[in-house]
């Protein structure tokens, strides 16, 4: 028998500790899910996400929203089935790796040799390896260490310490990409010192070609300072102008120092078609080169591929050109779909119609059969006045402006800006690297040429009225001109605000405003012209830039509506600002002057009209006609004024019209549709015949019309006779026209026949007919 008592008492433990655990329990999975919700970021809480959200969610980040999408256009590369094939590669590459070793090594030795094989023949390459990487510098720096290995033998074991007894030294051209130097360095962990510079062609040749002369003579100083020449790297295409170096004669350069000729370039291209020009074959002869199929072919994501001769397998080992790794060799296999499915008549078509776009465009006469042009607006400046430099580097703005609108009016043809080191910035239309990825036909090109020769006469004239435009805003009083050569335009002009010893920060504030209403103002006008705050970066504070023009512009009208403008929204400010202090003022005064008539009626009534009940009888009796007096303020004078007009008209006077805004006499002369700051291509002479021909017929229908007369007036006698007067005048004056349009009256009278008419008119229409 168990004791009630312990068994009670046990049943109430147990219910406590249940209890107690219970307690435990939630609050366990209260911090797991207050951890969950702080430390877990949101798309990975939960059992995961549905395949069709996590996709939506990548073509969201693609596409971006729907406002960028409208305002910023962007390219998208053209992927055709070349380009599926390509993509199919990717994933086919991560399916094959869960192969078993064996199978996979078969695989991938074959889709290597298969690629390696195809390449060389295709770009006249014999005998070549190969080396697939996603960075095109990559390769590069393989082949340094290559050439380090085979050069420094115990470099395996002793490593850099074998370099301190011959510095390598490794020659570029001044002319590669920017920082490829440095980048090789970095990599190879070697000081900046064994990187050295070759310059370009200064006195023959291209500027653009490696100086094989100053090489020799660079490469003789190094091997005499107990420096080792190692690999010089050529360009057969530079990044910039597309010019490629004299290949033939580096590699007995190379030979006769031991060193390694590398080639890379857009040019390297033209290997695979029937017919290539002298200077580039010379690369099949080189050392190594840089293919990157990728933009020739429209491609996405295959890799860049080096082809490259040495006959140690295990120094390429060494180097990283090889690797044991079958999965690294799958590289290839995106370009081992893609070559089979273009063939070798796609691959030819393709680099094949990127040349043709040049040579069949009107941008050039091709003479060294370049598949890249560069070209920049250049116009030389009569005036001395302006500096060249200064003419130099606005014509690079104008470059630069030019190059980013055909971008953006024919985004199909692949045109950029780039800076080189002579010319400065430039226009470049590289079709090798753009045509097969953006579809460029030769229509583009057509519409490229098109637009090219639609913007140079607008840069021209924005050019030549730069000048004028600086002197008319120096002559001007109110106006400040800004120098800014970066600004591809007519020019950069400030309101000076007169500050009245206001401090500098309030004078800010005011310059500020009133050059922002002013720009607002010029943009409400209707004008061809564009004005804006000028670039959102590197730009001047509170001004005005005035964009390109042409040549019909009126340069003085502009400047002078300019300066009109802002003295209008100046005064405009200084009323508001001065509006508030002189309705203070009048206010007070118009209360003093209210006091002084209140005490000055107190005194005409007298004393006995101000006590209530006796007032009101003497009033009933003998009423007091006092007439209202009150005071109004003038915000146009500025000044008090009576109402004592008011109350005899029983009108609210206006008060004094300000005076209308005067207007430039070249406004006035605009003929119909012309619109403002426009020339008007009307001669002078023909227009003053015609203005005063219109005049003689407008006076003569005037001086027909019977003089006004008011309501219930008839005419006198005086008035009959001023009539027949003037109809007689107007007679003469018409046969007097007539004449002269028929050529009975000599030219050397007036326009209106001169003293014959000013004898016949004796009023004062005469000197204005005769004027």
Known sequence: MVDPTLAEMGKNLNEAMKMLEDNQRKAEEENEKKYARKDIPGPLQGSGQDMVSILQLVQNLMHGEEEEETSQAYRLQNVGEQGHMALLGHSLA??????????????TTRILSDTTLWLCRLFRYENGSAYYHEDDREGLLKICRLVIHTRYEDYTIEGFNVLYTKQPVIYISSAARTGLGQALCNQLGLPLSCMCRVPCNTMFGS??????????????????????????????????????????????????????????????????????????????????????????????????????????????????????????????????????????????????????????????????????????FFREYSNRGMRSRSVCFFNCALSLQLGEQLAQLVPASGVDVVELEDEGTCVRFSPLMTSAVLGTEIQDVDQLVDCLKMKIPVLTSTLQLREEFEQEVRRTVGLLYIEDLSWPGLGVVRYNYHSDGKNDDKQEKELEKINTELLKKLNELESDLTFSLGPEFGGQKNCVYIGMVTEDLDVSELVETIAATGREIEENSRLLENMTEVVRKGIQEAQLQLQKANEERLLEEGLLRQIPVVGSVLNWFS?????????????????????????????????????????????????????????????????????????????????????????????????????????????????????????????????????????????????????
């Open 94 to 107: 991560a399916y094959i790796s869960v192969l078993d070793r064996e199978r996979l090594r078969k695989l």
């Open 207 to 376: 500027q653009h070609q490696m100086d094989v002369a100053l090489l020799d003579r660079v490469i003789k100083d190094d091997v005499e300072s107990g420096k080792l020449p190692l690999l010089l790297v050529a360009n057969a295409g530079t990044p910039g102008a597309g010019h490629t170096d004299k290949l033939g004669r580096l590699k007995e350069l190379c030979e006769q120092y031991n060193m390694w000729l590398h080639v890379e370039g857009v040019n390297l291209a033209t290997l695979a078609l029937g017919y290539v020009s002298s200077s580039v074959l010379a690369a099949t002869k080189c050392d190594s080169m840089t293919l990157t199929l990728g933009s020739w072919l429209g491609l996405p994501a295959v890799p860049a591929v080096t082809l490259y001769r040495h006959e140690d397998p295990s120094l390429s080992l060494a180097a990283g050109l090889t690797s044991s790794q079958p999965v690294e060799k799958l590289r290839a296999l995106p370009l081992w779909l893609s070559l089979q499915y273009l063939g070798h008549d796609g691959i030819v078509e393709r680099i094949k119609h990127a040349s043709q776009l040049v040579s069949n465009s009107l941008l050039v006469e091709d003479e060294l059969s370049s598949p890249v042009v560069v070209f920049k």
């Open 623 to 771: 009423p007091f006609q006092a007439s209202p007096k009150g005071r109004t303020f003038n915000l146009t004078a500025g000044s008090l004024e009576s109402t004592e007009s008011t109350y005899v008209s029983k009108a609210q006077g206006t008060g004094t019209t300000p005076p209308p805004t005067p207007t430039s006499s070249l406004a006035k002369q605009r003929l119909p549709g012309q619109k403002i700051f426009k020339r008007s291509l009307r001669s002078s002479d023909a227009f003053s015949e015609t203005s005063s021909v219109s005049h003689c017929d407008d006076l003569e229908k005037v001086d027909q019309r019977p003089p006004a007369l008011f309501p219930g007036q008839e005419q006198g006698p005086l008035e009959t006779e001023k009539a027949e007067e003037q109809k007689e005048v107007a007679q003469a004056t018409k046969t007097d026209t007539e004449d002269i349009q028929s050529d009975k009256l000599p030219r050397d009278s007036c326009a209106l026949g001169g003293r014959v008419l000013m004898k016949r008119l004796k009023c004062e229409q005469c000197h204005t007919l005769v004027q």
